[in-house]
């Protein structure tokens, strides 16, 4: 069993930056691959990026690579989302998450634990 709390959102200018954490408890957070998604109402959520277990292999959607960094310390049970060069249409409600085992799938039916979400705005 994992639980997840979000924190770091909130209201950014286009090109500024913002961090995101999501805190874990439980025993097994090692053992879980992570994920960030993003969701805006009335749409579908969408994978933004995922790490293994390890925190040496990464994956990112192509519309925040190269601007977004998810990183993990799993000694502090927490995962990251560092993201840069913001656009308004990265405003959304970003959800960290966690996989069943320890691989790197966009699909949001794989991830099993699901923290609260954090609201992102990016203004113009």
């Known amino acids: 069993q994992v639980q997840l709390v979000e924190s770091g959102g909130g209201l950014v200018q286009a090109g500024g930056s913002l961090s995101l954490s999501c805190a874990a408890s439980g025993r097994t957070f090692s053992s879980h691959a992570m994920g960030w998604f993003r969701q805006a109402p009335g749409k579908e959520r969408e994978f933004v990026a995922a790490?293994?277990?390890?925190?040496?292999?990464?994956d990112y959607a192509d519309y925040v690579k190269g601007r977004f960094t998810i990183s993990r310390n799993n000694a502090k049970m927490t995962v990251y989302l560092r993201m840069n060069s913001l656009k308004p249409e990265d405003t959304d409600v970003y959800y960290c998450?966690?996989?069943?085992?320890?691989?790197?799938?966009?699909?949001?039916?794989?991830?099993?634990?699901w923290g609260q979400g954090n609201q992102v705005t990016v203004s113009s």
């Open positions: 790490i293994t277990c390890s925190g040496r292999s990464t």
């Open positions: 998450a966690a996989e069943a085992t320890n691989r790197l799938v966009q699909a949001d039916a794989w991830y099993g634990y």
